[in-house]
């Protein structure tokens, strides 16, 4: 392939990657930008570098051995992925750390380090504020409870423990408390931080050996908001020191904030440590806007951006959107972009042209889709998949048609239990748990699920 021989040909400077290979990189990475979560794309996979390219192999550059390891465990599937798609073939792909100098440069540099909290700064985004989260019939009472919070911390619910699924405003609620109380009381230092970075920080102390340090730093806050705790499901180390940090807090009176997409028992080891604690606490759910609130927050964000949403256009884009409060507001980014750049006003005829692409997979995909899917791509029936025979075929197309579910429909796990005979809440977590570790894990197994998700995606589940 010309991109590797490239490689071979070219002169270049004993020890730096030569162009082809820096321009290969780089569109991996922003092919994997969109395949991996922000937070784990910005922590592990921003801060690499290409080191050289052959015909068969790529080495990259990392800050240490440590990043490589994770890489290799979470991401390294995904890797070979994107770099299979572009240069048509398998690359063998390995890391070598950065020199110290350079690992300090680069973390001073370019690592999403966290500033430590001063006067109450935080990392906290001003415009995620209680003014413009819109309170409806399924936030009303998670947001109550973080506005008490924000306005008396460590006095009432301690910790609050706020649980909801995927895009329906937890990131934004944390904020808000965070913002709202330092607007009270601007001396408190509030500190934002979510789960997978807490555990970077403290990998970073320990191999900087500044254990104490980050300790302290944590022990000295007002107000901790802790983002995305399920980060923490099977990582019993950093559950401790959660929990350690998070007790002395709770002792001295801080008021601890936790967000999560799963009710704290549903992380077992956590809820047993936390299980006293939670008794002065509070856990409260976001679940998904009705039809009323999708309409108010088309038009507060329409309005945010000065523009006048028509009831017909709001009503036409939130009664398809549902699920998901990141992707209403997405389809009503494009709306507002296609009028602006066509010069047409926003009407329902504009609005059905905008979401047609969004339209045309969502309302085609159900449940029985995906088990009739999932089903023939196994090689076993859907009825097989229903019922509560458990061959390991049998189990293995169950739990994959479950992860799926989830990822597509964004069901809750009592819901997704339900479409296969009543299974229990856990029983669909540790089905998704399981495939998305195997995902990660045996590339195989990822390839194949890919292809299904796509084709799931693409409408072609549709039975
Ligand atoms: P989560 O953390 O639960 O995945 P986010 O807090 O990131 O979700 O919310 C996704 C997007 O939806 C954000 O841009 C947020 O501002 C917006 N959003 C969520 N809930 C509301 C709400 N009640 N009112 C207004 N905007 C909201
Ligand atoms: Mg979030």
Sequence with gaps: MAVADRNTR????????????????KDALDHLRVRINREGFDTWLAVTDVRSLSASAIELEVPNSFFADWITQHYLGEIRAVLRELVGRDLSVSFRARDAADAR?????????????????????????????????????????????????????????????????????????GNHALSLRPEL???????????????????????????????????LLM????????????????????NTLHDSGSQIVFTCDRP????????????????????????????????????????REEQELPHDVALYIASRVKSNIRELEGSLVRLLALSSLTDRPLSVELAEETLKDLLAQVPSVTP?????????????????????????????????AMYLIRKNLGLSLKEIGLCFGGKDHTTVMHAVDKVERLRIEDEPFAARLRKLDSGISRGQAVS
């Design 227 to 246: 983002d995305d705790v399920h980060y923490l499901v099977g990582k019993e180390r950093l559950q401790e020191e959660v929990f350690h940090i998070f």
């Design 105 to 177: 440069a680069l973390r001073r540099g370019r690592a999403a380090v966290p500033n430590p909290p001063r006067n109450g700064t935080g990392r906290l985004r001003t415009r995620y504020t209680f003014d413009c989260f819109v309170v409806g019939e399924s936030n009303r009472f998670a947001c109550a409870a973080a506005r008490s919070v924000a306005e008396h911390p460590g006095a009432t619910y301690n910790p609050l423990f706020i649980y909801g699924g995927v895009g329906l405003g937890k990131t934004h609620l944390v904020h808000a408390i």
């Design 368 to 400: 029985d889709a995906v088990i009739e899917a999932a089903a023939k791509s196994w090689g076993v029936t859907a009825a097989d998949i229903r019922s509560n025979r458990r061959t390991q075929q049998l189990a293995l197309a169950r739990q994959v």
């Design 264 to 303: 704290p028992k549903e992380i077992p080891t956590l809820e047993e440590r936390l299980a006293s604690r939670l008794g002065s606490g509070l856990v409260v759910d976001i679940g998904p806007p009705d039809l009323e609130m999708r309409i108010a927050i088309l038009k507060q964000k329409a309005a």
């Design 10 to 25: 070219t002169a270049r400077r004993p020890d730096e990657p030569d162009l082809a290979a820096v321009r290969l990189w």
């Design 189 to 223: 230092r509030v500190y934002y931080v979510p789960a997978e970075t807490f555990f970077l920080e403290l990998i970073r102390a320990i191999e900087k050996n500044t254990r104490l340090d980050f300790k302290s730093k944590y022990r000295a806050l007002d107000l």
